[in-house]
């Protein structure tokens, strides 16, 4: 895993069990950058960008479950069906929504970003 990535990664943790909302903002089909808010109402909010999204199934807001990085299974099984290179395997991050979302979320991604808004 690239550094890079395990920043983005421990950005997410910071947010987790903390009671935010989450709400899919926007997609940039060019750039492949999907971005969330995660917001209370009480509080600043933050922007979630996953960037190079590979693949996304995920509801456009929930308000309880946080962004997590997949089980090694799970990473494996969605690559597999997706039929990716065993480089796009070492490369790429699967994260889902814990406690789970209905619909299940998975969010295939090469890297994530975290900016706290005002």
């Not at 089909?29 to 960037?51: H, P």
């Not at 996304?56 to 290179?85: K, V, Y």
């Not at 065993?86 to 979302?101: D, G, I, N, W, Y």
Request: aromatic share 10%; with cysteine.
């Amino acid at each position: 895993m690239l550094k890079s990535q395990q920043q983005g990664i421990e950005s997410l943790r910071m947010l987790q069990g903390r009671g935010y909302t989450y709400r899919l903002e926007s997609y940039a089909s060019a750039l492949s950058e999907l971005s969330v808010r995660a917001y209370k109402a009480d509080a600043s909010g933050y922007r979630i960008v996953f960037q190079t999204t590979f693949y996304i199934q995920m509801a456009t807001d929930w308000e309880r479950g946080d962004f997590q990085l997949a089980s090694p299974q799970e990473h494996e099984d969605l690559m597999n069906r997706l039929r990716c290179s065993a480089t796009q395997k070492e490369q790429m991050l699967l994260f889902t929504v814990s406690p789970s979302t209905n619909p299940e979320t998975f969010l295939l991604c090469h890297k994530v970003l975290l900016s706290q808004l005002p």
